[in-house]
Antibody, heavy 121, light 107 residues
Framework: EVPLLESGGGLVQPGGSLRLSCAAS????????MAWVRQAPGKGLQWVSS????????YYADSVKGRFTISRDNSKNTLYLQMNSLRAEDAAIYYC??????????????WGQGSLVTVSS | DIQMTQSPSTLSASVGDRVTITCRAS??????LAWYQQKPGKAPNLLMY???TLQGGVPSRFSGSGSGTEFTLTISSLQPDDFATYYC?????????FGQGTKLQIK
C-alpha cells in the first residue's frame, strides 16, 4: 500500500478558493509524477492535472486551466491543488494519484481516499 | 482530445460467468491504456496498464487485450467481489481521458 491522504475539501461559494493537500508516505515521493483526478457525484472520472517529480512540468485539463494550480513540496512529501474562481461544475470528490514514472503520470498506480469539494451559495 | 467510449454501460452477469467490457478510442493510442475498478464510496483501483499488463496483486482472472483503437477487459470467472464499475483510461496524450464507465451488476 502507498498511503495518500487528501485534505482541505469543504463547502465554498461560487467564485471562491480552496487548496487541497495530499500527504504521501511509503514511497520516494520526490521521484514520481503525481496527479489530481476528480469525480462529480454519481458521475465518471475526470483527469484534472499532473506534474512531474520536480514540479517543473505541469499539465491541466482545459476546464480548469487558468483557475487551478498544481504544485508540490518534496521536502514535505505533499502535493497541492490550489483552486480559484470555483464554479458549481467543479463540485466533486478530488483524488490525488501517484504515477509510475518521474516525468509523466500516465496511469494512476495508487489513489488517495478522496476529498469532497462542494461549491454552493 | 481523445474520446474513450465503453460498452456496454451496464452489464448484468452471474457468479462464474465470463464477461468482456469493450473500450474504443477516437484515435489510435497504441497500447497506452489502463483499466480501473471502482466500488461504491471507494477510490478507483488500478487493474491493468499498457493494455494487458496486470498490476501486482490483481487476480489472474482479469485480462486485457487490444491495441490501436479497440480494447477489451475480460474477467474469466466472475467472483462476488468483482461487481463494481470499470473504467478505461488513455494516456497517450494530454488531456488524459476516461471512458464513461461500465457498471457490472449481479443478474
Amino acid at each position: 500500500e502507498v498511503p495518500l491522504l487528501e485534505s482541505g475539501g469543504g463547502l465554498v461559494q461560487p467564485g471562491g478558493s480552496l487548496r487541497l493537500s495530499c500527504a504521501a508516505s511509503g514511497f520516494s515521493f520526490s521521484s514520481y509524477a503525481m496527479a489530481w483526478v476528480r469525480q462529480a457525484p454519481g458521475k465518471g472520472l475526470q483527469w484534472v492535472s499532473s506534474l512531474s517529480d520536480s514540479g517543473g512540468r505541469t499539465y491541466y485539463a482545459d476546464s480548469v486551466k487558468g483557475r487551478f494550480t498544481i504544485s508540490r513540496d518534496n521536502s514535505k512529501n505533499t502535493l497541492y491543488l490550489q483552486m480559484n474562481s470555483l464554479r458549481a461544475e467543479d463540485a466533486a470528490i478530488y483524488y490525488c494519484a501517484k504515477g509510475p514514472y518521474h516525468d509523466s503520470s500516465e496511469w494512476f498506480e495508487y489513489w488517495g481516499q478522496g476529498s469532497l469539494v462542494t461549491v454552493s451559495s | 482530445d481523445i474520446q474513450m467510449t465503453q460498452s456496454p454501460s451496464t452489464l448484468s452477469a452471474s457468479v462464474g460467468d465470463r464477461v468482456t467490457i469493450t473500450c474504443r478510442a477516437s484515435q489510435t493510442i497504441s497500447t497506452w491504456l489502463a483499466w480501473y475498478q471502482q466500488k461504491p464510496g471507494k477510490a478507483p483501483n488500478l487493474l491493468m496498464y499498457k493494455a494487458s499488463t496486470l498490476q501486482g496483486g490483481v487476480p489472474s482472472r482479469f485480462s486485457g487485450s487490444g491495441s490501436g483503437t479497440e480494447f477489451t477487459l475480460t474477467i474469466s470467472s466472475l467472483q462476488p467481489d468483482d461487481f463494481a464499475t470499470y473504467y478505461c483510461q488513455q494516456y497517450k496524450s494530454y488531456p488524459y481521458t476516461f471512458g464513461q464507465g461500465t457498471k457490472l451488476q449481479i443478474k
